[in-house]
């Protein structure tokens, strides 16, 4: 019996010293289990020895891909590609099996796998922190999931079968505390707490953000825009004329959300420069107030109170202002939760649940016996869906108030956020993945005086892909009167003339025309049920303008790519230009455009849902067998190109046209590539004085259409004689 039991022992030691080995190879850390607290019911004894014993590989070194062998040496075929945090193997029955035991983290990785497909093949799970750092607060920890495959004779899958990342949390009273970064969601925005904790962001990005203080000023002494309201006491603001004097002030992004009874007009201005009854005001305005006083700010700009909303000349001087407004403001508060100036954002947020919330084994410590346990609540950090939009999100005045602002302070619906030139954080130190809304101005639009950049330079490209961008965001959203569609980025669109110095043509650049000339019109709108007319029914801009449309737009992914890449324009410019409806509003409203194109005009037919039939004259080559003086024989050269109509309810047009705009050389991964327009012969829809006298053909846009797959039959469309037309 002795003997027997003594056999035991020594089978159980070597068994521990073997796993011992497999976890110094795989680089996990060996943990005395003896040392380790109670486990509780919720983890299994597997996992709770192993990855929780290793506090899941969070305060290991971060996962990176092995670099050090060749991927066809023996080393390449035994070793894992990636090392660092905590490695384990399983197969997924026996993770499956865990799962239905109890074990919460097993559970969580046994939902990614089909239960059809269970198999008895290894497999190799990795967890810890991922190499890159694009998550405040600095230091936060986020949780890496990867999962490998491995097999004998191919060796590892190069390839990840799965990867996940969660964002970790613990409460401030929490044992966990010490050792993760991120704290909870602030969810009290309104209190004194918060107002404390937003100063503290204010002032370190005064104190330790080069790239701010470098772009921008924390200076008392801009130049003040002509009204504000004074906010000395938050129970009685009153409205006051700087007459030029200079100072700080903050300043409102909101969503309007109908009449404003409350608005400054030529009848009330004089008893509200005497004083504003509080009880009057929408709770957003009110919360506005009550925030500029609780940050220790005295003035604050709001448009509805500092623009005098009758008068015509007031409007014009103070809406061309208001790039400078927002620019200059020390703060931009945005209320990005509210869908109407009546709700306010002050109200506290409501909580969203972790994804998971497990047991976190601290660190032992010297003299102590046992470690202490705590609780970390993991949050997905990379959900397949967009987050939803906020109110703000959807209207088109709030984006360029975003962009131009240098430091915002945004009350979303889950949190408050911080937002420099440098960073976003969520105040409080709740996680937060910086690459979300990350949009931003590149630094060159934000110096006094940018200097202007060449054309085709890269830092040309870096400005209009930024434009892009902007006008991709933008283009979807929502404006209360169908002409403000130009008038509501004018101001951004000023901004990047400074650099660009290329005429402004409704949205468009003349430098680069024959790519701006090319978005698509996509159906992904905030809300799919809108039925409302993706075009207006009073004239706003020429058919080829995005601005003319009501729709969410997008672009062909070569457009961002690298400027290295070639493309041959197969239409020659001859004119352009649009009719402002106001000559010293060169980037608002226009009354007329035109585009005057030397092209060759393709006719197809439209073939079904996202497809044209394009048909270029029959091509005559050799016939088989023979030569070109025995006899000649008719290629088909007929092509189906795929299409995206602007209007998806009235593409049913009787005659169509394929205008090819752009070729794009073959690059990596990328072959010939054409790009072009879908016009249709214009019958008196678009504006009549718009269109020149040229006697020329007029038509007008209705789609877009691309080719991929049939380049190699370009030479029928070589042979159409090339025209003079007119797009309006």
Request: with cysteine; net charge neutral.
């Amino acid at each position: 019996m002795a003997s027997r039991r003594a056999r035991f022992k020594y089978r159980r030691k070597c068994a521990r010293r073997q796993r011992d080995r497999r976890r110094r190879r795989s680089g996990n850390t060996v943990v005395d289990h003896r040392t380790l607290p109670p486990r509780p019911s919720s983890i299994c004894r597997s996992c709770w020895r192993g990855l929780f014993a290793a506090q899941l590989g969070i305060l290991a070194e971060p996962i990176r891909e092995r670099d050090t062998v060749t991927p066809r040496s023996p080393a390449a075929h035994h070793r894992p590609p990636y090392s660092g945090g905590y490695a384990y193997s399983l197969t997924e029955r026996t993770l499956r099996h865990r799962a239905t035991r109890g074990c919460l983290w097993c559970r969580h990785l046994a939902e990614l796998f089909d239960p059809s497909e269970l198999t008895d093949r290894p497999l190799h799970i990795r967890v810890g922190r991922p190499p890159y750092s694009r998550y405040t607060p600095e230091g936060a920890q986020v949780v890496e999931i990867q999962y490998h495959v491995h097999d004998k004779k191919l060796g590892w899958l190069q390839a990840l079968a799965y990867e996940r990342h969660l964002g970790v949390y613990a409460t401030a009273d929490d044992p966990a505390a010490a050792y993760v970064v991120a704290r909870p969601n602030l969810l009290d925005v309104g209190s004194e707490r918060a107002f404390v904790l937003t100063k503290a962001c204010i002032e370190e990005c005064m104190r330790t953000h080069e790239h701010c203080r470098a772009l921008t000023t924390f200076s008392r002494s801009i130049a003040l825009p002509t009204r504000l309201i004074d906010c000395t006491d938050p129970n009685h603001p009153r409205l006051v004329h700087t007459d030029g004097a200079r100072g700080a002030y903050l300043a409102l992004s909101y969503v309007w959300g109908g009449e404003q009874p409350h608005r400054t007009t030529t009848e009330n201005l004089s008893t509200y420069l005497s004083g504003i009854d509080i009880e009057l005001l929408p709770a957003t305005i009110r919360d506005a107030i009550h925030v500029t006083h609780s940050l220790r700010y005295q003035l604050l700009w709001i448009d509805s109170l500092c623009i005098i909303q009758n008068s015509k000349e007031d409007k014009h001087r103070e809406m061309a202002r208001m790039r400078n407004i927002y620019r200059n403001a020390a703060l931009t508060i945005i209320a990005a939760s509210a869908s109407s100036v009546q709700e306010g954002f002050l109200q506290d947020c409501e909580e969203v649940p972790p994804s998971l919330t497990l047991p976190f084994i601290c660190p032992a410590v010297p003299g102590q016996p046992k470690s202490k346990v705590g609780t970390i609540h993991l949050v997905a950090m990379d959900s397949p869906y967009p987050p939803d939009p906020e109110p703000v999100d959807k209207r088109a005045w709030c984006l360029q108030e975003r962009l131009v602002s240098p430091r915002s302070l945004i009350f979303s619906s889950q949190t408050l956020q911080f937002r420099c030139q440098t960073t976003t954080v969520k105040v409080g130190g709740a996680i937060h993945d910086t690459a979300l809304n990350s949009a931003r101005l590149p630094d060159v639009l934000l110096q006094p005086e940018p200097p202007r950049v060449v054309c085709g330079s890269e830092a040309w490209w870096g400005v209009w892909r930024a434009w892009r961008e902007a006008v991709l965001s933008y283009a979807g959203r929502k404006v209360s009167f169908a002409s403000d569609k130009l008038v509501a980025c004018a101001g951004l669109a000023e901004e990047f003339h400074r650099v660009l110095g290329s005429d402004y043509l409704a949205g468009l650049w003349r430098d680069s025309l024959l790519l701006d000339l090319l978005w698509i019109a996509t159906y992904f709108a905030f809300d799919v049920h809108d039925k409302t007319p993706r075009r207006p029914p009073s004239y706003r801009a020429p058919s080829w303008s995005w601005a003319a449309l009501d729709q969410q737009i997008g672009c062909s992914a070569r457009h961002f790519v690298s400027p290295s890449i070639d493309f041959d324009a197969l239409v020659e410019l001859i004119d352009a230009g649009v009719l402002p409806a106001d000559d010293t509003l060169p980037f608002g409203e226009v009354v007329g455009g035109s585009l005057v194109l030397c092209v060759t005009l393709c006719p197809c037919v439209r073939t079904g849902k996202g497809r044209v039939l394009v048909q270029p004259p029959l091509l005559q080559v050799p016939d088989s067998g023979g030569t070109a003086n025995d006899g000649l024989a008719e290629q088909d050269t007929r092509i189906f190109a795929s299409a995206s109509f602007d209007e998806r309810d009235k593409t049913e047009e009787a005659e169509l046209w394929a205008i090819p705009i752009l070729r794009w050389q073959p690059w990596g991964q990328f072959g010939d590539f054409i790009e072009g327009l879908l016009v249709t012969a214009d019958k008196g829809h678009a504006h009549r004085e718009a269109k020149t006298e040229r006697g020329i053909p007029v038509y007008r846009r209705v789609g877009y259409f691309d080719l991929s797959n049939d380049v190699d039959r370009w030479e029928a469309f070589t042979r159409l004689p090339s025209t003079e037309v007119e797009l309006v």
